[in-house]
């Protein structure tokens, strides 16, 4: 892929700042986005002489040359789609004109053949984080108390409004106790093949790092997902689980009063952990992105990558995902895998998508949003190719399947749906414990188990949600800061999140989404 990294100009002065402006990413694009906040009226002419035919919104693409009918239009160095009428110089190029390509063919797509080379060692970097036993570091210190149904959420929530009144203020090391409430359990069908997934998901969730392996279940008694499968190796005794239907309960009171003591005996070895100083490559980091637009790949992905970048020099697990936003670019990434093997579980995981999609009766460019249109994105090709710039310049070292845990260090592509609460909870499934979430439109999106620092694509929308959005890299694109400038004040800034000094904006207000699990089985 051509490095969308250099926007133009990449430094304009504050006195030109206000002058028409627009940035084209690649010698070789023959349109560019309008970078003026608020777009540019029609008549406008740029300081190179282009003058616009339209009115043309901020982020939506010009056309810098006539285009033909059917002919190419080419942004990031790559054909985004074909023109379905003549487009003249200066003109608006919306979504109604730009016909989405075919998805990249899988069959004899380069393996492992531009593997990157090993990056120098980035050493010395620290941060402060919650150790457990098994050698993982947390960065919050919570109490996540499983479900086995959704039956059992209500009763639930009313014991966990209990514990933070009556129990948390006994226990000031203890961050939170949350419930990891779904809406599986019950009514499916728990043997279906791609029921493996949210079972996966389930059991994966209650290991993250953040909860210090004191895992315990509320469960009803007759539903078809048992408790004890969800504690994979942890021993199914008494201690672990409650049960609703326990004939030992009169009343609901009881039940409460049953799931607050278990709370009790966990929140006081949990009370005994303390931050302690450890290395960056104890980090797993989410990179996910929602609410796109057409500075998603100018600005905040490109900084995110570089970031992502100096994240695996240090040694930290950094994980991709999102399937519909990678796979028209998959044959720009499998060159980058390390292994053939690590290249041919990427199109394993794009095909089942593909397969998954197909029989749902869409197709890939059903991910692009109302939103994401609004923001400049025509298709899902324009998208894909903002999107991957999060991946950075690493070599993908693996691949995880939905739900699946990261063993391995280094950048990891983790297949979920682009969905941002579906793709927030496989992540913390897979071991995640902060993310960080690129976003052009906004979004108030949290997580409860894990820090989400939000960043934005535009100084407009830092400046609008101040007191939602966590780091501006919108800067790059006004020439205020570089790419790399930016990557490094994010790389820092990651670390202060994940050492508690600086809570991100969510967190703050209290704001998060609830888990969601991706359930590809019959429901019955």
């Known amino acids: 892929m051509a490095n969308p990294t250099q926007p133009s100009p990449s430094r304009p002065s504050s006195s030109t700042a206000q002058q028409p402006r627009y940035i084209r990413l690649n010698d070789d694009d023959n349109v560019a986005i309008v970078a003026n906040d608020f777009g540019l009226p029609a008549g406008t ?5 282009l003058k616009l035919i339209d009115r043309v919104p901020q982020g939506h693409k010009v056309a810098l040359s006539d285009i033909r009918k059917d002919g190419r239009i080419i942004r990031y160095g790559h054909v985004i789609g074909t023109a379905t009428r003549a487009i003249q110089r200066g003109s608006w190029i919306e979504e109604s004109v730009v016909k989405l390509p075919d998805a990249p063919s899988m069959d004899s797509i380069p393996l492992a053949t531009k593997v990157p080379a090993p990056m120098p060692l980035l050493e010395g970097y620290t941060f402060e984080g919650f150790r457990n036993p098994d050698g993982s570091v947390g960065t919050k210190n919570l109490l996540a108390i499983s479900t086995s149904v959704q039956c059992v959420a209500g009763t639930l929530d009313y014991a966990i409004n209990l514990i933070r009144r009556d129990l948390l203020p006994k226990y000031p090391n203890v961050d939170d106790v949350i419930g990891l409430t779904h809406a599986y359990g019950c009514g499916v069908a728990i043997n279906a093949p791609d029921a493996k997934i949210p079972i996966r998901t389930l059991q994966n969730i209650a290991r993250n790092p953040n909860f210090g392996g004191q895992a315990m279940v509320v469960s009803l008694g007759c539903e078809k997902l048992r408790p004890e499968v969800l504690l994979g190796t942890q021993s199914a005794s008494s201690t672990d689980i409650m049960t609703m239907q326990d004939d030992a309960y009169h009343g609901f009171m009881p039940m409460v009063q049953s799931i607050m003591k278990m709370a009790d005996s966990r929140l006081q070895i949990l009370d005994r952990r303390t931050r302690e100083t450890c290395p960056a490559s104890d980090l797993v980091i989410g990179m996910q992105c929602g609410g796109s637009d057409a500075f998603s790949g100018v600005t905040a ?18 994980m991709f995902s999102e399937v519909t936003e990678v796979r028209d670019a998959v044959h720009l ?15 394993r995981e794009m095909a089942w998508y593909d397969d998954y999609l197909d029989r749902g009766g869409a197709d890939r460019s059903a991910n692009t949003t109302p939103g994401n249109k609004k923001g400049g994105l025509a298709n899902i090709m324009e998208k894909t190719l903002g999107s991957i710039a999060k991946s950075g310049t690493a070599a993908i070292s693996g691949v995880l399947a939905p739900g699946e845990r990261a063993t391995t260090k280094g950048l990891l592509f983790a297949a979920t749906p682009a969905s941002d609460f579906v793709c927030g909870t496989l992540q913390l499934a897979s071991g995640m414990t902060l993310q960080v979430f690129t976003t052009g439109r906004g979004t108030p999106y949290g997580l409860a188990a894990a820090p989400v620092l939000k960043v934005a694509t535009r100084t407009e929308l830092a400046t609008r949600w101040h007191d939602l959005i966590d780091f501006d890299a919108g800067r790059i694109a006004t020439g205020e800061a570089t790419i790399e400038e930016n990557g490094w004040e994010l790389f820092r800034l990651i670390l ?21 699990l991706f359930n590809p089985a019959p429901i019955t």
């Open 45 to 49: 002419t740029f300081p190179c002489g």
């Open 333 to 347: 990434l499998t060159p980058r895998a390390a292994t053939p093997e690590v290249a041919r579980a990427l199109i």
């Open 301 to 318: 992905n490109p900084a995110l990558g570089f970031a992502s970048d100096l994240l695996v020099r240090a040694g930290a697990t950094v």
């Open 496 to 516: 202060e999140v994940a050492s508690g000094r600086k809570k991100v904006w969510s967190d703050h207000w209290g704001i998060h989404n609830a888990l969601t």
